[in-house]
């Protein structure tokens, strides 16, 4: 599988976001998918992760963003609302076949990453 994110950008606080994650491969659907992101200086942090029909939040973004995806046209989104300067990270995006996990160890396959600026 091999993963490719975009739709990052400059934005406001309080502005909104739509990242995709495109991906390759005829078994997309048959994969976890999830959204990390790393911020300068720090680890990279889960945000959200969505399999078989459940999405998972981190507490941080919880009632903000929202994961969703779609599968024919092997795509997944993170919808980014409220944003705050501490949103400001690359975000990536990641697949896993062993099912949803916080753990970024967990996750087989990794796009780019596309880079969020929150502007406060």
């Known amino acids: 599988v091999q993963l490719q994110a975009s739709g990052g950008g400059l934005v406001q606080a309080g502005g909104s976001l739509r990242l995709s994650c495109a991906a390759s491969g005829r078994t997309f659907s048959s994969y976890a998918m999830g959204w990390f992101r790393q911020a300068p200086g720090k680890e990279r942090e889960f945000v959200a992760t969505w399999s078989g029909g459940s999405t998972y939040y981190a507490d941080s973004v919880k009632g903000r963003f929202t994961i969703s995806r779609d599968n024919a046209r092997n795509t997944v989104y993170l919808q980014m609302n409220s944003l705050k300067h501490e949103d400001t990270a690359v975000y990536y995006c990641?697949?896993?076949?062993?099912?949803?996990?916080?753990?970024?160890?967990?996750?087989?396959?990794w796009g780019q990453g596309t880079l969020v600026t929150v502007s406060s």
């Open positions: 990641a697949a896993s076949k062993q099912g949803s996990s916080v753990r970024w160890r967990n996750y087989d396959y």
